[in-house]
């Protein structure tokens, strides 16, 4: 991958606070990548260092090859969105719009054909005279957008840009940010602590966790293929059953539960026979018949409790060792409590977590 945006082994103390540590962390051009962590994993914190509002405590920064740690902010050619919108308010939408590019020293013709662009491309033509103080919040944060892209920032940062936005318009916003970037190829890293919006968007998601990267990769390996319990339990929902890993064969483990049962699951490098790990089971990938069937693995279990949810059924399952969510499609027909049933996966829809 060619390295666009590269943080080479950055850290950050505030005072005795060490909020990033020794984070290394590389971007393509053209890349969409999400910070995706809890609240104070230190997303916000890698992301103005990123664009010279903070400076590393050690490490470097390299934007296309050059280490850009000394650069001043409006020398690094970035456009930056926050959750809040920061418009000026005495502007017009226009005016806001245009702000960056007056900044640079471009000229009125050439201005207001860009701002035009601008004003298409966030679908808000009609409002270029109103002020901020008239619109909605989200189309306060679509000329926050625009006036992010106007000037075509070599990258874009931005900050859980639709955390004020109700769930609808979040969705929408979502899918016109996606859409910008691939129409425009554009560099784009993006903070949230939703995992479902990073899903959503990205290309690579990074997973934080106190500071550090747990884990990146695309949406589906980071759903499929967790790599640590944090991750596992962060991105989606997962069953989460101790067990022993009792052999290892290529990709694949068996596992001993407690209760003697054994499961055959998908593994990674780095574990060992004897090892004690979590099996992370996604509740969808469980499906639950009366009779025992053919699937490789499969769990004696007891109903306790299933529930409508519109879209899916979940269903609370017990057996003499652990408790395990399942969910079902919606055609599913009913489970009722105290029903035997078996709760059967495949190897790949389980994975191994050394603890
Ligand atoms: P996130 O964006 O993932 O929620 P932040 O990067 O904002 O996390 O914060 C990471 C940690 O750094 C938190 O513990 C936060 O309290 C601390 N922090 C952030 N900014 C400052 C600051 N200016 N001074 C001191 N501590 C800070
Ligand atoms: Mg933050």
């Given at each position: ?35 995706l ?158 995992q479902s919006?990073a899903l959503t968007?990205?290309?690579?998601v990074?997973v ?7 884990q990146?990769g695309t949406p589906r390996e980071v759903y499929d293929e967790p790599a640590t319990r944090f991750v596992a339990e962060f991105i989606g929902e997962t069953n989460l059953v101790e067990g ?7 990709r694949e483990a068996?596992v001993?539960l ?5 499961i055959v699951s998908a593994v990674s ?8 790990v979590y099996l992370s089971i996604r509740p969808e990938r469980i499906d639950l ?6 699937a490789r693995n499969v769990l004696?279990t007891?109903?306790?409790?299933s529930v409508?949810q519109?879209d899916h059924l979940r269903v609370q399952l017990?057996?003499?060792?652990h408790p395990l969510i399942a969910k079902l499609g919606r055609?599913s ?8 049933v078996f709760a059967a996966f495949s190897a790949g829809d389980c994975r191994v977590i050394?603890?």
């Amino acid at each position: 991958m060619a390295e666009f945006i590269k943080f080479d082994r950055i850290t950050k103390f505030y005072g005795p606070l060490c909020v990033v540590e020794n984070l290394d962390l590389s971007i393509a051009k053209g890349e969409f990548v999400s910070l995706l962590g809890p609240s104070g994993s230190g997303k916000t914190t890698l992301l103005m260092m990123l664009a010279g509002f903070e400076q590393a405590t050690s490490g470097k920064i390299l934007l296309d090859g050059a280490a850009i740690n000394d650069l001043p902010t409006h020398k690094r050619d970035m456009g930056v969105v926050f959750q809040s919108y920061a418009l000026f308010p005495h502007m017009t939408v226009g005016e806001n719009i245009a702000f960056p590019l007056q900044m640079r020293g471009i000229d009125k013709a050439e201005t207001a054909a860009r701002v035009k662009q601008a004003l298409d491309m966030v679908q808000l033509s009609a409002l270029a005279d109103r002020r901020p103080s008239q619109l909605s919040g989200g189309q306060q944060q679509r000329v926050a957008l625009a006036r992010a892209l106007v000037f075509e920032p070599r990258v874009v940062l931005m900050d859980e840009p639709l955390g004020a936005l109700d769930k609808q318009l979040r969705e929408q916003m979502q899918l016109d940010i996606r859409d910008l970037h691939r129409r425009l190829g554009l560099t784009i890293v993006f903070v949230t602590h939703d995992q479902s919006e990073a899903l959503t968007m990205s290309d690579r998601v990074a997973v934080f966790n106190k500071g550090k990267i747990e884990q990146i990769g695309t949406p589906r390996e980071v759903y499929d293929e967790p790599a640590t319990r944090f991750v596992a339990e962060f991105i989606g929902e997962t069953n989460l059953v101790e067990g022993v890993v009792e052999a290892i064969d290529g990709r694949e483990a068996t596992v001993r539960l407690p209760n003697g049962a054994h499961i055959v699951s998908a593994v990674s490098d780095g574990v060992a026979a004897g090892q004690p790990v979590y099996l992370s089971i996604r509740p969808e990938r469980i499906d639950l018949a009366e009779a025992r069937g053919e699937a490789r693995n499969v769990l004696e279990t007891e109903v306790t409790d299933s529930v409508y949810q519109g879209d899916h059924l979940r269903v609370q399952l017990q057996n003499d060792a652990h408790p395990l969510i399942a969910k079902l499609g919606r055609r599913s027909r009913e489970f009722a409590p105290g029903t035997k049933v078996f709760a059967a996966f495949s190897a790949g829809d389980c994975r191994v977590i050394a603890p």
